[in-house]
Protein backbone atom coordinates (compact mmCIF):
# COMPACT_ATOMS: atom_id res chain seq x y z
CA UNK A 1 0.00 0.00 0.00
CA UNK A 2 1.20 3.35 -0.62
CA UNK A 3 1.35 5.99 1.93
CA UNK A 4 -1.03 8.23 0.18
CA UNK A 5 -3.68 6.09 1.02
CA UNK A 6 -3.41 6.59 4.84
CA UNK A 7 -5.85 8.33 6.95
CA UNK A 8 -4.42 11.16 8.79
CA UNK A 9 -3.12 11.46 11.00
CA UNK A 10 -1.08 8.33 10.83
CA UNK A 11 2.00 7.24 12.84
CA UNK A 12 5.09 6.31 10.43
CA UNK A 13 8.13 3.87 11.52
CA UNK A 14 11.18 4.70 9.09
CA UNK A 15 12.23 1.18 8.57
CA UNK A 16 15.45 1.88 7.49
CA UNK A 17 16.03 4.30 10.30
CA UNK A 18 14.64 1.59 12.77
CA UNK A 19 16.71 -1.52 11.01
CA UNK A 20 19.67 1.04 11.90
CA UNK A 21 18.74 1.62 15.22
CA UNK A 22 18.07 -1.90 16.14
CA UNK A 23 21.44 -3.05 14.66
CA UNK A 24 23.39 -0.10 16.21
CA UNK A 25 22.33 -0.97 19.74
CA UNK A 26 22.25 -4.47 19.56
CA UNK A 27 26.32 -4.40 18.26
CA UNK A 28 26.84 -2.23 21.25
CA UNK A 29 24.72 -4.08 23.93
CA UNK A 30 24.49 -7.48 22.72
CA UNK A 31 21.51 -9.86 24.12
CA UNK A 32 21.03 -9.31 27.76
CA UNK A 33 23.44 -6.66 27.87
CA UNK A 34 20.49 -4.74 26.86
CA UNK A 35 17.07 -4.73 28.13
CA UNK A 36 14.57 -2.85 25.92
CA UNK A 37 11.91 -1.01 27.24
CA UNK A 38 8.83 -1.25 26.03
CA UNK A 39 7.21 1.58 27.31
CA UNK A 40 8.46 3.57 24.44
CA UNK A 41 6.40 1.89 21.73
CA UNK A 42 3.68 -0.20 23.66
CA UNK A 43 3.75 -2.52 20.02
CA UNK A 44 4.45 -6.36 20.69
CA UNK A 45 5.34 -6.49 16.82
CA UNK A 46 7.86 -4.03 17.43
CA UNK A 47 9.09 -5.80 20.62
CA UNK A 48 9.35 -8.94 18.55
CA UNK A 49 11.80 -7.27 16.03
CA UNK A 50 14.01 -6.85 19.16
CA UNK A 51 13.82 -10.11 20.19
CA UNK A 52 14.86 -11.01 16.19
CA UNK A 53 17.98 -8.43 17.18
CA UNK A 54 18.71 -10.94 20.09
CA UNK A 55 17.29 -9.32 23.35
CA UNK A 56 14.53 -11.87 24.97
CA UNK A 57 14.34 -9.82 28.28
CA UNK A 58 12.51 -6.57 28.64
CA UNK A 59 11.13 -4.43 31.14
CA UNK A 60 7.55 -2.80 31.49
CA UNK A 61 6.46 0.50 33.18
CA UNK A 62 3.11 -0.79 33.50
CA UNK A 63 0.85 -3.94 34.32
CA UNK A 64 -1.02 -3.73 31.23
CA UNK A 65 2.39 -3.88 29.69
CA UNK A 66 3.51 -7.14 30.88
CA UNK A 67 -0.16 -8.59 30.48
CA UNK A 68 0.11 -8.18 26.67
CA UNK A 69 4.25 -9.27 26.37
CA UNK A 70 3.43 -12.49 28.35
CA UNK A 71 0.27 -12.51 25.87
CA UNK A 72 2.23 -12.29 22.90
CA UNK A 73 4.45 -14.79 24.03
CA UNK A 74 7.47 -12.52 24.70
CA UNK A 75 7.80 -13.13 28.62
CA UNK A 76 10.89 -15.27 28.55
CA UNK A 77 12.14 -12.60 31.32
CA UNK A 78 9.89 -9.82 32.19
CA UNK A 79 10.43 -7.14 34.54
CA UNK A 80 8.08 -4.37 35.99
CA UNK A 81 10.59 -1.47 36.22
CA UNK A 82 7.68 0.02 38.35
CA UNK A 83 6.35 0.00 41.82
CA UNK A 84 2.43 -1.66 42.34
CA UNK A 85 0.40 -2.12 45.43
CA UNK A 86 -1.81 -4.58 43.68
CA UNK A 87 0.34 -7.31 41.97
CA UNK A 88 -2.66 -10.38 41.13
CA UNK A 89 -2.94 -9.44 38.04
CA UNK A 90 1.23 -9.84 37.78
CA UNK A 91 1.12 -13.17 39.82
CA UNK A 92 -0.99 -14.77 37.27
CA UNK A 93 0.90 -14.79 34.31
CA UNK A 94 2.63 -16.97 32.11
CA UNK A 95 5.93 -15.59 31.69
CA UNK A 96 8.92 -15.16 34.19
CA UNK A 97 7.90 -11.70 36.10
CA UNK A 98 10.09 -9.44 38.38
CA UNK A 99 8.88 -6.79 40.03
CA UNK A 100 10.68 -3.68 41.13
CA UNK A 101 10.10 -2.93 45.03
CA UNK A 102 10.91 0.20 47.18
CA UNK A 103 9.02 -0.28 50.11
CA UNK A 104 7.77 -2.38 52.87
CA UNK A 105 4.24 -2.16 51.15
CA UNK A 106 5.32 -3.10 47.79
CA UNK A 107 7.35 -6.44 48.92
CA UNK A 108 3.71 -7.17 50.69
CA UNK A 109 2.20 -6.50 47.53
CA UNK A 110 4.44 -8.72 45.29
CA UNK A 111 4.39 -11.23 47.97
CA UNK A 112 0.58 -11.25 47.96
CA UNK A 113 0.00 -11.02 44.43
CA UNK A 114 1.93 -14.34 43.98
CA UNK A 115 4.63 -12.60 42.11
CA UNK A 116 7.97 -14.80 42.78
CA UNK A 117 11.20 -12.35 41.63
CA UNK A 118 11.92 -9.32 42.54
CA UNK A 119 14.75 -6.27 41.91
CA UNK A 120 15.19 -3.99 44.89
CA UNK A 121 14.79 -0.26 43.41
CA UNK A 122 17.41 2.11 44.87
CA UNK A 123 17.05 6.24 44.44
CA UNK A 124 20.46 7.18 42.38
CA UNK A 125 19.26 10.73 42.28
CA UNK A 126 16.38 10.93 40.31
CA UNK A 127 13.26 11.88 42.97
CA UNK A 128 11.05 9.51 42.01
CA UNK A 129 10.45 6.12 42.70
CA UNK A 130 13.73 3.83 44.90
CA UNK A 131 14.14 3.56 48.39
CA UNK A 132 17.75 5.29 49.83
CA UNK A 133 20.72 3.18 49.06
CA UNK A 134 21.42 2.43 52.75
CA UNK A 135 17.85 0.55 52.87
CA UNK A 136 18.69 -2.23 50.40
CA UNK A 137 19.40 -4.45 51.99
CA UNK A 138 17.29 -4.61 54.83
CA UNK A 139 14.34 -4.70 52.56
CA UNK A 140 16.14 -7.21 50.47
CA UNK A 141 16.11 -9.22 54.29
CA UNK A 142 12.50 -8.48 54.35
CA UNK A 143 11.53 -9.66 51.05
CA UNK A 144 13.82 -12.90 51.04
CA UNK A 145 11.68 -13.26 54.65
CA UNK A 146 8.38 -13.10 52.34
CA UNK A 147 9.95 -16.35 50.05
CA UNK A 148 10.87 -13.96 47.34
CA UNK A 149 13.33 -14.32 45.36
CA UNK A 150 15.89 -11.02 44.80
CA UNK A 151 17.84 -11.01 41.75
CA UNK A 152 19.72 -7.71 42.73
CA UNK A 153 19.03 -3.99 42.40
CA UNK A 154 18.24 -1.54 39.86
CA UNK A 155 18.18 1.95 40.16
CA UNK A 156 17.44 4.81 37.06
CA UNK A 157 19.95 7.76 36.83
CA UNK A 158 16.99 9.51 34.97
CA UNK A 159 18.45 12.84 35.99
CA UNK A 160 21.35 12.27 33.75
CA UNK A 161 20.27 10.68 30.86
CA UNK A 162 19.01 13.64 28.74
CA UNK A 163 21.92 16.30 29.74
CA UNK A 164 23.03 17.15 26.37
CA UNK A 165 26.93 17.37 27.63
CA UNK A 166 28.47 14.13 27.62
CA UNK A 167 31.19 14.83 30.38
CA UNK A 168 28.87 15.57 32.65
CA UNK A 169 26.37 12.79 31.65
CA UNK A 170 29.62 10.65 32.73
CA UNK A 171 30.43 12.18 35.82
CA UNK A 172 26.75 11.99 37.06
CA UNK A 173 26.42 8.70 35.76
CA UNK A 174 29.22 7.14 37.52
CA UNK A 175 27.82 9.42 40.83
CA UNK A 176 24.55 7.47 40.34
CA UNK A 177 25.89 3.98 39.84
CA UNK A 178 28.41 4.23 42.88
CA UNK A 179 25.52 4.28 45.22
CA UNK A 180 23.63 1.31 43.03
CA UNK A 181 26.87 -0.46 43.32
CA UNK A 182 26.71 0.38 46.95
CA UNK A 183 23.13 -0.84 47.55
CA UNK A 184 23.71 -3.81 45.68
CA UNK A 185 26.84 -5.11 47.88
CA UNK A 186 24.42 -5.06 50.55
CA UNK A 187 21.62 -7.03 48.47
CA UNK A 188 23.40 -9.57 46.45
CA UNK A 189 21.98 -11.10 43.11
CA UNK A 190 22.77 -10.73 39.59
CA UNK A 191 21.23 -8.23 38.58
CA UNK A 192 22.29 -4.35 38.29
CA UNK A 193 19.71 -3.15 36.25
CA UNK A 194 20.04 0.72 34.97
CA UNK A 195 20.45 3.26 32.55
CA UNK A 196 18.57 4.40 29.15
CA UNK A 197 19.14 5.76 25.58
CA UNK A 198 21.01 8.76 27.30
CA UNK A 199 23.73 6.52 28.86
CA UNK A 200 23.45 3.17 27.07
CA UNK A 201 27.53 3.80 26.09
CA UNK A 202 28.52 5.48 29.15
CA UNK A 203 26.76 3.38 31.91
CA UNK A 204 29.46 0.04 32.04
CA UNK A 205 28.20 -0.33 35.49
CA UNK A 206 25.07 -1.64 34.87
CA UNK A 207 24.95 -5.38 34.09
CA UNK A 208 21.70 -4.59 31.69
CA UNK A 209 20.30 -1.21 30.24
CA UNK A 210 17.23 -0.02 30.28
CA UNK A 211 16.79 1.33 26.89
CA UNK A 212 13.57 2.30 24.88
CA UNK A 213 13.99 5.35 22.86
CA UNK A 214 16.59 4.44 20.68
CA UNK A 215 14.35 1.93 18.41
CA UNK A 216 12.19 5.22 17.36
CA UNK A 217 13.92 8.24 19.08
CA UNK A 218 12.23 12.03 19.00
CA UNK A 219 13.66 15.53 19.09
CA UNK A 220 14.05 15.38 22.28
CA UNK A 221 16.65 12.76 22.19
CA UNK A 222 18.04 14.01 19.04
CA UNK A 223 20.01 16.54 20.93
CA UNK A 224 22.44 14.43 22.47
CA UNK A 225 24.48 12.86 19.70
CA UNK A 226 23.41 9.82 19.41
CA UNK A 227 24.22 7.31 16.58
CA UNK A 228 20.17 6.87 16.37
CA UNK A 229 17.98 7.74 14.32
CA UNK A 230 14.84 9.83 13.83
CA UNK A 231 12.23 6.69 12.57
CA UNK A 232 9.20 7.79 14.04
CA UNK A 233 7.20 10.78 12.44
CA UNK A 234 3.40 11.85 12.23
CA UNK A 235 1.75 11.84 8.55
CA UNK A 236 -0.42 14.78 8.39
CA UNK A 237 -2.64 15.87 5.48
CA UNK A 238 -3.02 19.93 4.71
CA UNK A 239 -6.52 20.75 5.14
CA UNK A 240 -6.48 24.74 5.06
CA UNK A 241 -3.67 27.20 4.07
CA UNK A 242 -4.00 31.10 5.13
CA UNK A 243 -1.65 33.88 4.50
CA UNK A 244 1.47 33.07 5.41
CA UNK A 245 0.79 29.95 7.34
CA UNK A 246 -0.79 26.57 6.49
CA UNK A 247 -2.74 23.93 9.04
CA UNK A 248 -2.26 20.24 9.18
CA UNK A 249 -4.92 17.76 10.66
CA UNK A 250 -2.68 16.37 14.05
CA UNK A 251 -2.49 17.73 16.69
CA UNK A 252 -2.69 17.52 20.44
CA UNK A 253 -4.00 14.23 20.52
CA UNK A 254 -1.19 13.01 18.20
CA UNK A 255 1.23 14.04 19.56
CA UNK A 256 2.87 14.00 23.60
CA UNK A 257 3.72 17.85 24.19
CA UNK A 258 5.74 17.96 27.71
CA UNK A 259 8.65 18.11 25.78
CA UNK A 260 7.65 20.93 23.26
CA UNK A 261 6.14 21.41 19.72
CA UNK A 262 6.57 18.71 17.21
CA UNK A 263 8.89 20.18 14.45
CA UNK A 264 8.38 20.15 10.71
CA UNK A 265 11.33 20.27 8.57
CA UNK A 266 11.24 23.52 6.24
CA UNK A 267 8.71 25.54 8.46
CA UNK A 268 8.40 27.10 11.79
CA UNK A 269 5.45 25.62 13.72
CA UNK A 270 3.49 28.17 15.25
CA UNK A 271 0.58 26.10 17.56
CA UNK A 272 -0.73 22.82 17.75
CA UNK A 273 -4.54 22.54 18.73
CA UNK A 274 -6.72 19.85 19.50
CA UNK A 275 -6.64 18.23 15.83
CA UNK A 276 -4.52 20.62 14.37
CA UNK A 277 -1.19 21.71 13.86
CA UNK A 278 -0.80 25.55 12.49
CA UNK A 279 2.68 25.99 10.74
CA UNK A 280 4.81 28.43 8.67
CA UNK A 281 6.22 26.60 5.66
CA UNK A 282 9.43 28.07 4.06
CA UNK A 283 8.06 27.14 0.68
CA UNK A 284 4.30 27.21 -0.35
CA UNK A 285 2.06 24.19 0.08
CA UNK A 286 -1.07 23.11 -0.79
CA UNK A 287 -4.44 21.82 0.80
CA UNK A 288 -4.38 18.62 -0.16
CA UNK A 289 -0.51 17.83 0.57
CA UNK A 290 1.14 15.48 3.18
CA UNK A 291 3.71 16.42 5.47
CA UNK A 292 5.67 14.79 8.00
CA UNK A 293 5.79 15.85 11.70
CA UNK A 294 8.70 14.69 14.03
CA UNK A 295 7.55 14.18 17.80
CA UNK A 296 9.00 16.38 20.39
CA UNK A 297 8.61 12.64 22.87
CA UNK A 298 8.32 9.41 21.52
CA UNK A 299 6.54 7.59 24.50
CA UNK A 300 3.16 9.60 25.04
CA UNK A 301 3.52 10.50 21.09
CA UNK A 302 3.15 6.79 20.53
CA UNK A 303 0.27 6.13 23.37
CA UNK A 304 -2.19 7.84 21.43
CA UNK A 305 -2.20 5.79 17.93
CA UNK A 306 -3.87 2.52 17.90
CA UNK A 307 -1.53 1.62 15.06
CA UNK A 308 1.75 2.79 13.60
CA UNK A 309 2.96 1.86 9.78
CA UNK A 310 6.09 0.64 8.57
CA UNK A 311 7.22 2.23 5.75
CA UNK A 312 10.16 2.01 3.29
CA UNK A 313 10.12 5.41 1.19
CA UNK A 314 6.52 5.86 0.42
CA UNK A 315 5.00 2.06 0.43
CA UNK A 316 3.50 0.82 3.93
CA UNK A 317 5.01 -2.41 4.23
CA UNK A 318 3.39 -3.85 7.79
CA UNK A 319 1.18 -2.21 9.89
CA UNK A 320 1.39 -2.70 13.91
CA UNK A 321 -1.09 -2.59 16.43
CA UNK A 322 0.12 -0.39 19.12
CA UNK A 323 -1.46 -3.16 21.74
CA UNK A 324 -0.06 -2.53 24.78
CA UNK A 325 -1.65 0.85 25.29
CA UNK A 326 -3.73 1.49 29.12
CA UNK A 327 -3.49 0.37 32.37
CA UNK B 1 -18.31 -0.69 43.03
CA UNK B 2 -16.54 1.25 45.62
CA UNK B 3 -13.79 4.00 43.65
CA UNK B 4 -10.92 1.99 45.75
CA UNK B 5 -11.49 -0.98 43.73
CA UNK B 6 -10.37 0.68 40.25
CA UNK B 7 -7.17 0.24 38.94
CA UNK B 8 -5.34 2.99 38.95
CA UNK B 9 -4.75 5.67 36.89
CA UNK B 10 -8.17 5.75 36.28
CA UNK B 11 -10.39 9.06 34.65
CA UNK B 12 -13.43 9.90 37.18
CA UNK B 13 -16.18 12.19 36.26
CA UNK B 14 -17.84 14.02 39.38
CA UNK B 15 -21.30 13.64 39.13
CA UNK B 16 -22.68 16.23 41.20
CA UNK B 17 -20.00 18.60 39.62
CA UNK B 18 -21.05 17.07 35.66
CA UNK B 19 -25.09 17.45 36.63
CA UNK B 20 -24.20 21.15 37.39
CA UNK B 21 -22.41 21.95 34.33
CA UNK B 22 -25.09 20.42 31.94
CA UNK B 23 -27.80 22.00 34.26
CA UNK B 24 -25.89 25.34 33.84
CA UNK B 25 -25.54 25.23 30.25
CA UNK B 26 -28.92 24.16 29.11
CA UNK B 27 -30.34 27.19 31.36
CA UNK B 28 -28.28 29.54 29.75
CA UNK B 29 -28.38 27.74 26.04
CA UNK B 30 -31.55 26.04 25.70
CA UNK B 31 -31.92 23.55 22.91
CA UNK B 32 -30.32 24.05 19.89
CA UNK B 33 -28.93 27.32 21.04
CA UNK B 34 -26.12 24.71 22.55
CA UNK B 35 -24.57 22.13 19.93
CA UNK B 36 -22.01 20.40 22.45
CA UNK B 37 -18.75 19.54 21.01
CA UNK B 38 -17.93 15.84 21.46
CA UNK B 39 -14.20 16.44 21.15
CA UNK B 40 -13.56 17.25 24.70
CA UNK B 41 -15.14 14.14 26.15
CA UNK B 42 -15.25 11.55 22.93
CA UNK B 43 -17.86 9.35 24.84
CA UNK B 44 -21.36 8.90 23.38
CA UNK B 45 -22.80 8.09 27.01
CA UNK B 46 -21.59 11.45 28.27
CA UNK B 47 -22.98 12.88 24.60
CA UNK B 48 -26.61 10.97 25.02
CA UNK B 49 -26.55 12.81 28.63
CA UNK B 50 -26.36 16.15 26.91
CA UNK B 51 -29.32 14.88 24.80
CA UNK B 52 -31.24 14.42 27.95
CA UNK B 53 -30.64 18.47 28.64
CA UNK B 54 -32.00 19.04 25.45
CA UNK B 55 -29.60 19.04 22.78
CA UNK B 56 -29.78 17.22 20.07
CA UNK B 57 -27.52 18.60 17.48
CA UNK B 58 -23.36 17.94 18.13
CA UNK B 59 -20.18 19.11 16.81
CA UNK B 60 -17.08 16.97 15.87
CA UNK B 61 -13.78 17.72 15.59
CA UNK B 62 -12.72 14.00 13.42
CA UNK B 63 -14.68 11.76 11.15
CA UNK B 64 -14.38 8.65 13.67
CA UNK B 65 -16.08 11.18 16.16
CA UNK B 66 -18.70 11.42 13.64
CA UNK B 67 -19.16 7.86 12.95
CA UNK B 68 -19.37 6.98 16.82
CA UNK B 69 -22.04 9.30 17.09
CA UNK B 70 -23.86 8.16 13.51
CA UNK B 71 -23.57 4.84 15.40
CA UNK B 72 -24.81 5.45 18.88
CA UNK B 73 -28.11 7.02 17.16
CA UNK B 74 -27.06 10.68 18.13
CA UNK B 75 -27.40 11.79 14.39
CA UNK B 76 -30.01 13.49 14.66
CA UNK B 77 -27.70 16.71 13.35
CA UNK B 78 -23.87 16.18 13.32
CA UNK B 79 -21.62 18.99 12.42
CA UNK B 80 -18.00 18.10 11.18
CA UNK B 81 -16.33 21.05 12.69
CA UNK B 82 -13.33 20.89 10.51
CA UNK B 83 -12.01 20.57 6.90
CA UNK B 84 -11.69 17.10 5.11
CA UNK B 85 -9.83 15.90 2.18
CA UNK B 86 -11.26 12.68 2.11
CA UNK B 87 -15.43 12.85 2.92
CA UNK B 88 -16.26 9.30 1.51
CA UNK B 89 -16.74 8.27 5.27
CA UNK B 90 -19.05 10.83 5.77
CA UNK B 91 -20.97 10.18 2.75
CA UNK B 92 -21.69 6.63 4.12
CA UNK B 93 -23.26 7.65 7.66
CA UNK B 94 -27.05 7.08 8.64
CA UNK B 95 -27.13 10.62 9.78
CA UNK B 96 -27.78 14.26 8.93
CA UNK B 97 -24.05 15.30 8.25
CA UNK B 98 -22.69 18.59 7.98
CA UNK B 99 -19.09 19.70 7.17
CA UNK B 100 -16.91 22.73 7.63
CA UNK B 101 -15.18 23.86 4.26
CA UNK B 102 -13.07 26.58 3.72
CA UNK B 103 -11.34 26.03 0.44
CA UNK B 104 -12.58 24.89 -3.55
CA UNK B 105 -10.26 21.38 -2.20
CA UNK B 106 -12.99 20.74 0.77
CA UNK B 107 -16.13 21.62 -1.36
CA UNK B 108 -15.01 19.12 -4.03
CA UNK B 109 -14.17 16.95 -1.21
CA UNK B 110 -17.58 17.20 0.28
CA UNK B 111 -19.61 17.13 -2.74
CA UNK B 112 -16.98 13.91 -3.84
CA UNK B 113 -17.88 12.19 -0.97
CA UNK B 114 -21.42 11.93 -1.12
CA UNK B 115 -21.75 14.98 1.66
CA UNK B 116 -25.28 16.62 1.76
CA UNK B 117 -24.67 20.17 3.51
CA UNK B 118 -21.78 22.44 4.40
CA UNK B 119 -21.15 25.30 6.62
CA UNK B 120 -18.70 28.36 5.04
CA UNK B 121 -16.00 27.86 7.66
CA UNK B 122 -14.58 31.62 8.20
CA UNK B 123 -11.49 32.98 9.58
CA UNK B 124 -12.39 35.24 12.35
CA UNK B 125 -9.07 35.96 13.51
CA UNK B 126 -7.29 32.62 14.84
CA UNK B 127 -4.58 31.73 12.26
CA UNK B 128 -6.41 28.17 11.80
CA UNK B 129 -8.71 27.13 9.33
CA UNK B 130 -11.38 29.34 7.83
CA UNK B 131 -11.55 31.33 4.87
CA UNK B 132 -11.41 34.70 4.87
CA UNK B 133 -14.49 36.54 5.32
CA UNK B 134 -14.89 38.48 1.65
CA UNK B 135 -14.11 34.89 0.03
CA UNK B 136 -16.78 33.16 1.77
CA UNK B 137 -19.99 34.19 -0.65
CA UNK B 138 -17.75 33.11 -3.86
CA UNK B 139 -17.33 29.57 -2.01
CA UNK B 140 -21.07 29.17 -0.97
CA UNK B 141 -21.66 29.86 -4.93
CA UNK B 142 -19.08 26.87 -5.51
CA UNK B 143 -20.81 25.21 -3.42
CA UNK B 144 -24.00 25.82 -4.49
CA UNK B 145 -22.84 24.85 -8.10
CA UNK B 146 -21.68 21.52 -7.15
CA UNK B 147 -25.02 20.89 -5.77
CA UNK B 148 -24.34 21.09 -1.70
CA UNK B 149 -26.85 23.09 0.31
CA UNK B 150 -25.12 25.89 2.58
CA UNK B 151 -26.89 25.90 5.89
CA UNK B 152 -24.65 29.03 6.77
CA UNK B 153 -21.29 29.62 8.50
CA UNK B 154 -19.30 29.00 11.01
CA UNK B 155 -16.15 30.86 12.63
CA UNK B 156 -14.23 30.07 15.82
CA UNK B 157 -12.95 32.75 18.03
CA UNK B 158 -10.46 30.15 19.27
CA UNK B 159 -7.81 33.46 20.30
CA UNK B 160 -10.13 35.01 22.44
CA UNK B 161 -12.44 32.07 23.78
CA UNK B 162 -9.08 31.36 26.90
CA UNK B 163 -8.31 35.06 27.72
CA UNK B 164 -8.63 35.72 31.70
CA UNK B 165 -9.86 39.30 31.46
CA UNK B 166 -13.68 38.90 30.43
CA UNK B 167 -13.78 42.61 29.20
CA UNK B 168 -11.52 41.92 26.64
CA UNK B 169 -13.23 38.88 25.91
CA UNK B 170 -16.21 40.84 25.40
CA UNK B 171 -14.47 43.08 22.94
CA UNK B 172 -12.53 40.50 20.92
CA UNK B 173 -15.72 38.52 20.20
CA UNK B 174 -17.80 41.24 18.87
CA UNK B 175 -14.53 42.06 16.50
CA UNK B 176 -14.59 38.51 15.85
CA UNK B 177 -18.40 38.33 15.53
CA UNK B 178 -18.75 41.31 13.11
CA UNK B 179 -16.21 39.73 10.33
CA UNK B 180 -18.68 36.28 10.54
CA UNK B 181 -21.59 38.30 10.24
CA UNK B 182 -20.08 39.97 7.33
CA UNK B 183 -19.56 37.12 5.65
CA UNK B 184 -23.07 35.37 6.46
CA UNK B 185 -24.42 38.18 4.84
CA UNK B 186 -22.55 37.00 1.25
CA UNK B 187 -23.36 33.01 2.39
CA UNK B 188 -27.07 33.27 3.35
CA UNK B 189 -28.69 30.12 5.34
CA UNK B 190 -30.22 30.01 8.75
CA UNK B 191 -26.59 29.16 10.74
CA UNK B 192 -24.01 30.90 12.50
CA UNK B 193 -22.15 28.49 14.36
CA UNK B 194 -19.22 29.86 16.81
CA UNK B 195 -18.13 30.09 20.39
CA UNK B 196 -16.55 27.95 22.85
CA UNK B 197 -16.83 27.47 26.29
CA UNK B 198 -15.01 30.86 27.35
CA UNK B 199 -17.19 32.98 25.29
CA UNK B 200 -20.64 30.84 25.79
CA UNK B 201 -22.96 33.92 27.10
CA UNK B 202 -20.84 36.49 25.83
CA UNK B 203 -21.40 35.35 21.72
CA UNK B 204 -24.50 36.47 21.48
CA UNK B 205 -24.34 37.32 17.17
CA UNK B 206 -23.95 33.33 16.59
CA UNK B 207 -27.06 31.22 15.97
CA UNK B 208 -25.47 28.56 17.84
CA UNK B 209 -22.14 28.02 20.69
CA UNK B 210 -20.32 25.31 20.12
CA UNK B 211 -18.77 24.54 23.72
CA UNK B 212 -17.15 21.15 25.08
CA UNK B 213 -15.24 21.86 28.00
CA UNK B 214 -18.02 23.33 29.98
CA UNK B 215 -19.22 19.87 30.92
CA UNK B 216 -16.22 18.33 32.39
CA UNK B 217 -13.45 21.46 32.64
CA UNK B 218 -9.85 21.75 33.69
CA UNK B 219 -7.72 24.07 35.72
CA UNK B 220 -7.19 26.17 31.99
CA UNK B 221 -10.89 27.11 31.82
CA UNK B 222 -11.04 27.57 35.96
CA UNK B 223 -9.41 30.99 35.64
CA UNK B 224 -11.98 32.21 33.52
CA UNK B 225 -14.56 32.47 36.71
CA UNK B 226 -17.20 30.52 34.69
CA UNK B 227 -19.86 28.83 36.39
CA UNK B 228 -19.16 25.51 35.89
CA UNK B 229 -17.15 23.57 38.15
CA UNK B 230 -14.51 21.15 38.14
CA UNK B 231 -16.07 17.63 37.12
CA UNK B 232 -12.53 15.39 35.38
CA UNK B 233 -10.53 14.19 37.95
CA UNK B 234 -7.51 11.39 37.48
CA UNK B 235 -7.19 9.11 40.59
CA UNK B 236 -4.11 7.96 41.37
CA UNK B 237 -2.36 5.74 43.51
CA UNK B 238 0.83 6.74 45.98
CA UNK B 239 3.26 4.03 45.19
CA UNK B 240 6.34 5.48 46.70
CA UNK B 241 7.29 8.21 49.15
CA UNK B 242 10.67 10.09 49.18
CA UNK B 243 12.50 12.58 51.59
CA UNK B 244 9.92 15.44 51.07
CA UNK B 245 8.12 14.21 48.25
CA UNK B 246 5.79 11.46 47.35
CA UNK B 247 5.20 9.63 43.92
CA UNK B 248 1.54 8.57 42.51
CA UNK B 249 0.99 6.34 39.14
CA UNK B 250 -0.33 8.91 36.66
CA UNK B 251 1.86 10.67 34.29
CA UNK B 252 2.13 11.68 30.56
CA UNK B 253 0.47 9.35 29.25
CA UNK B 254 -3.07 10.40 31.49
CA UNK B 255 -2.25 13.73 31.10
CA UNK B 256 -2.79 16.50 28.00
CA UNK B 257 0.14 18.37 28.98
CA UNK B 258 0.26 21.14 26.26
CA UNK B 259 -1.29 23.46 29.36
CA UNK B 260 1.68 22.40 31.50
CA UNK B 261 1.05 20.11 34.33
CA UNK B 262 -1.66 19.19 36.65
CA UNK B 263 -2.58 19.78 39.55
CA UNK B 264 -3.21 18.20 43.04
CA UNK B 265 -4.87 19.79 45.93
CA UNK B 266 -2.61 20.76 48.82
CA UNK B 267 0.61 19.87 47.46
CA UNK B 268 3.22 21.23 44.67
CA UNK B 269 3.45 19.00 41.77
CA UNK B 270 7.48 18.91 40.93
CA UNK B 271 7.27 16.95 37.91
CA UNK B 272 5.75 14.19 35.25
CA UNK B 273 7.08 11.44 34.04
CA UNK B 274 5.95 8.82 31.59
CA UNK B 275 4.13 7.18 34.35
CA UNK B 276 5.02 9.21 37.15
CA UNK B 277 3.51 12.33 39.01
CA UNK B 278 6.15 13.35 41.79
CA UNK B 279 4.87 15.99 44.04
CA UNK B 280 5.35 17.56 47.60
CA UNK B 281 2.54 17.24 49.81
CA UNK B 282 1.65 19.99 52.28
CA UNK B 283 0.64 16.73 54.93
CA UNK B 284 2.37 13.45 54.63
CA UNK B 285 1.21 11.09 52.79
CA UNK B 286 1.84 6.93 52.79
CA UNK B 287 2.27 4.28 50.01
CA UNK B 288 -0.80 2.98 49.24
CA UNK B 289 -3.37 6.14 49.54
CA UNK B 290 -4.68 7.67 47.06
CA UNK B 291 -5.25 11.10 45.52
CA UNK B 292 -7.47 12.75 43.06
CA UNK B 293 -4.99 14.68 40.46
CA UNK B 294 -6.72 17.69 38.47
CA UNK B 295 -5.87 17.93 34.46
CA UNK B 296 -4.58 21.06 33.10
CA UNK B 297 -6.43 20.18 29.67
CA UNK B 298 -9.70 18.32 29.86
CA UNK B 299 -9.32 17.12 25.78
CA UNK B 300 -6.02 15.82 25.16
CA UNK B 301 -6.17 14.28 28.68
CA UNK B 302 -9.28 12.51 27.95
CA UNK B 303 -8.15 10.86 24.42
CA UNK B 304 -5.71 8.88 26.44
CA UNK B 305 -8.03 7.07 28.30
CA UNK B 306 -10.09 4.42 27.44
CA UNK B 307 -12.96 4.50 30.05
CA UNK B 308 -14.29 6.98 32.59
CA UNK B 309 -16.14 6.38 35.74
CA UNK B 310 -18.70 8.70 37.00
CA UNK B 311 -18.62 8.78 40.55
CA UNK B 312 -20.78 9.82 43.72
CA UNK B 313 -18.89 10.41 46.67
CA UNK B 314 -16.18 7.36 46.65
CA UNK B 315 -19.21 5.26 44.73
CA UNK B 316 -18.74 4.41 41.31
CA UNK B 317 -22.21 4.68 39.58
CA UNK B 318 -21.61 3.86 36.10
CA UNK B 319 -18.62 3.63 33.67
CA UNK B 320 -18.35 4.94 30.60
CA UNK B 321 -16.64 3.61 26.97
CA UNK B 322 -14.12 6.65 25.38
CA UNK B 323 -15.35 5.71 22.55
CA UNK B 324 -14.53 8.17 19.99
CA UNK B 325 -10.45 8.09 20.04
CA UNK B 326 -8.48 8.16 16.89
CA UNK B 327 -9.13 8.70 13.86
Redesign the interface.
Known sequence: MDISAL????LLVDAEAFDHNLRAMSEALRGPRLRPHV?AHKCTALAARQVAAGHVTFCC???REMEGMAKAGLGEDLLLA?????ARRLGDLDARVTVAV??P??VHAAADGGVKEVLIDV?VGL????CPPDEAGRLADLARSKGLEVRGVMGYE?HVVGLPERTLREQLTKDAMDKLIAAHSQVGGDVISAGGTGTYDINTWATEIQAGSYALMDTAYAHLELPFRQALFVLA?V????QG?A?A?AG??AF???HGNPTVEGAEV?F?????L?FAPSSPV???DRIRVTPA?V??TV????RMHLIIGDRVTETWEVDL???
Open positions: ATPAKATVNEVLDDSETNPRCGGTISVGYVDLKGMDWVSDEHTKVGHDPAYHERGW
